[in-house]
């Protein structure tokens, strides 16, 4: 034994340096809750995200739905967990809008969580199937100026990301459409397809395989200039002003994770950003991976929280 240890010295590797490069993570299984409903497009990049760690943590990652309040039943229940490294809390922008939709909930994002990192930046697509009578926007907007109510959208619920985008399309454009919830996103685009529901605005990351196959069409983007992967379909902003709604993915942490742990998962994550599969999984779906550290999440939280706090007031959006 005294002979191999001063093999690794003779190259550098001192036995501390061997106990940290063998050193494990705190907890056996860590459970990324996803706080919606199983199928959602935010398990893409976190199984991804999970398998990696797994394998560089010395713990098991699982990826875990808690669905409900439109995400605040899962991300309340990761911010009452102990900040041990057990349990992180993977959503979308949804978060921002938690305090202001279930105040009974008497949770807030930024109070009760730790930003760990956004995942990914998701364009959305206001998508129609393709036996839709709409094939622009412009005719899109036409009709539902001239039937006020009679266009209605789906949504995985109430205060979901696709929800507060066609809430925010709604009051930008001046048009009145008719929301309806289902459980989960892929409730909502089954309903969609089904021809029970006129739209839906959902994430790039799941709804691109449907364009591909032909099931469907998108008539704009979310973000606030066309996107890459879609250089033929315009941004809604082109035809309704200062309109943006993007979402984004991301990771956080039960407040006070200690800042050794927050160190050793940031320079994990950093690792995986050109992870193969990862990259291929964003680019099909038009997504951009991040996993760039807390500061880039913590800022973009403290500008949407306020932004969506508005639109709830203005909208007069009520929890279900």
């Not at 003779?10 to 501390?16: K, Q």
């Not at 009452?80 to 008497?106: E, K, N």
């Not at 200062?242 to 927050?262: E, H, I, S, V």
């Not at 950003?273 to 779906?285: D, H, I, K, T, V």
Request: proline share 10%; with cysteine; charged share 15%.
């Amino acid at each position: 034994m005294r002979r191999r240890i001063l093999g690794l010295a003779a190259f550098g590797l001192s036995t501390p340096s061997l106990a940290r490069a063998q050193e494990v993570w705190p907890v056996r299984t860590v459970r990324l809750i996803v706080p919606q409903a199983p199928g959602s497009p935010i398990e893409i990049p976190t199984r991804i995200i999970a398998d990696h760690l797994t394998r560089s943590m010395g713990a098991n990652f699982i990826v875990e739905s808690r669905p409900g309040a439109g995400g605040g039943i899962g991300s309340q229940y990761v911010a009452q967990q102990p900040p041990d490294g057990a349990t992180f809390l993977a959503t979308s922008a949804g978060i921002s809008i938690i305090p202001t939709l279930q105040p009974a909930l008497g949770f807030d994002p930024i109070r009760d969580l730790d930003p760990v990192c956004l995942m990914c930046d998701v364009p959305s697509g206001l998508l129609v199937r393709r036996e839709s009578p709409f094939s622009s926007l412009p005719q899109l907007l036409a009709h539902a100026k001239s039937r006020p109510g009679d266009l209605t959208y789906a949504s995985g619920g109430v205060g979901s990301a696709n929800h507060l985008a066609g809430a925010l399309f709604s009051a930008m454009a001046g048009v009145e459409m008719t929301h309806v919830p289902y459980r989960g996103v892929s409730q909502a685009v089954t309903a969609v397809y089904s021809g029970d529901i006129a739209l839906i605005f959902g994430s790039t990351l799941e709804l691109l395989q449907h364009v591909r196959q032909n099931r469907a069409r998108i008539l704009g983007v979310t973000m606030p200039a066309r996107v890459p992967a879609l250089p033929d379909v315009p941004a809604i902003a082109e035809y309704v002003p200062g309109y943006a709604a993007p979402n984004w993915f991301c990771l956080m942490a039960p407040k006070g994770l200690p800042p050794p742990l927050m160190a050793r998962l940031t320079t994990a994550l950093a690792q995986i950003r050109s992870a193969p599969e990862l990259q291929a999984r964003m680019a099909e779906g038009a997504a951009t991976a991040r996993l760039d550290g807390p500061a880039p999440l913590a800022e973009r939280i403290a500008e949407e929280v306020p932004k969506w706090r508005n639109l709830v007031v203005q909208a007069g959006i009520r929890p279900e």
